[in-house]
């Protein structure tokens, strides 16, 4: 059983920075792809970015693409996400998924790829 614990949301206005931090426990980290999903009020869960178990490939969703950066630490068994640039419509709860794998290059972006969730954390951005 692999516990996920986000922290690092906050208030911040557009055009401002936040870096998420995704901390694992339980678990083999290595062996797992990561992934980051937002959800706004009202609205479904949404992809934000993935890393591959070996962090070497990385995919975003199109609405973030060239803003926000996935990487990850495997010896501290902890995933970030770095949000530069951030619009009020990046405002939601964010939260990281992780998902056992045998590719080392595989990144995924769908809900159902993924076994475990951490709780959230929330980002607001004001106008």
């Known amino acids: 059983q692999v516990q996920l614990v986000e922290s690092g949301g906050g208030l911040v206005q557009a055009g401002g920075s936040l870096r998420l931090s995704c901390a694992a426990s339980g678990g083999t980290f290595s062996a797992y792809a990561m992934g980051w999903f937002r959800q706004a009020p009202g609205q479904e869960r949404e992809f934000v970015g993935a890393v591959s178990k070996g962090g070497s490939s990385t995919r975003y969703s199109d609405s973030v693409k060239g803003r926000f950066t996935i990487s990850r630490d495997n010896a501290k068994n902890t995933v970030y996400l770095q949000m530069n640039g951030l619009k009020p419509e990046d405002t939601a709860v964010y939260s990281c998924?992780?998902?056992?794998?045998?590719?080392?290059?595989?990144?995924?972006?769908?809900?159902?790829?993924?076994?475990?969730w951490g709780q959230g954390t929330q980002v607001t951005v004001s106008s």
């Open positions: 998924a992780a998902t056992r794998t045998a590719y080392r290059l595989t990144t995924y972006a769908g809900v159902l790829d993924y076994t475990y």
